[in-house]
């Protein structure tokens, strides 16, 4: 089945900074998803990215389906943006296989 | 429109014993998944229904069941509660033909 790996695994920045949060997977994909979890274990979804481009607010994400790989940008970052984030990939059926996260942890 | 709604959000159980997790899915989605989440495998798929049968399944052994009911609401049993069984449950919805899945705040299950 479908590998999906984040890099890095931690990341540790100033407030104000931006930061860029990587996802490749090993085969073309129907469907990738970005998800913060929040501090009780919810996942918020924050794009449903399977090519292109999507901003939100600071938010934005780029997948290239041809190159298997997706960047997920936070920009000016603030406190509440610490959490881990996940990606996650579905490949012809209603399973997302997520990779391993990245803890973001923004200091003041 | 409501949210993935699921109960109860936290359970302590006792090895041996059994459990069953509830989940409610956002209105009009007929599509709901399971996922475990553990600090040392991660987020697992567990299984999907859709219109009240089984269409996917991961690799978890027979003590994982689950079904789904014809509101689309979901429920999934553990049987015989192993200490590795402690995790927390997440319950995912979908709409028809699509991939994109919103999920519960989910169940935190404590065997001791």
């Known amino acids: 089945g479908i590998q999906v790996e984040q890099s890095p695994p931690d990341l540790i920045l100033q407030e104000g900074a931006n930061s860029t949060l990587r996802c490749n997977f090993s085969?073309?994909?129907?469907?990738l998803q970005w998800f913060h979890q929040n501090p009780w274990g919810q996942l918020i979804n924050l794009f449903y990215?399977?090519?292109g481009t999507k901003q939100n607010g600071r938010l934005s994400a780029t997948t290239v389906a041809t190159e298997r790989y997706s960047l997920l940008y936070i920009s000016s970052s603030q406190t509440t943006d610490s959490g881990v984030y996940f990606c996650?990939?579905?490949?012809?059926?209603?399973?997302?296989?997520f990779g391993q996260g990245t803890r973001l942890t923004i200091n003041p | 429109k409501a949210g993935v709604t699921q109960t109860p959000r936290y359970l302590i159980k006792t090895r041996g014993q059994q459990v069953t997790l509830s989940c409610s899915p956002i209105?009009?989605?007929?599509?709901v998944s399971w996922y475990q989440q553990t600090p040392g495998q991660g987020l697992q798929f567990l299984f999907e229904?859709?219109?009240?049968?089984?269409?996917n399944k991961g690799n978890f052994p027979g003590r994982f069941s689950g079904r789904q009911f014809s509101n689309s609401r979901s429920e999934m049993n553990v049987s015989t509660l192993e200490l590795g069984d402690s995790a927390l449950y997440l319950c995912?919805?979908?709409?028809?033909?699509?991939?994109?899945?919103?999920f519960g705040p989910g169940t935190r299950l404590t065997v001791t």
């Open positions: 996650a990939a579905v490949q012809g059926a209603q399973k997302l296989v």
């Open positions: 085969d073309s994909v129907n469907n």
């Open positions: 990215i399977p090519s």
């Open positions: 209105s009009g989605h007929r599509s």
């Open positions: 229904y859709f219109s009240e049968t089984q269409r």
């Open positions: 995912a919805s979908a709409r028809d033909r699509t991939y994109e899945q919103y």
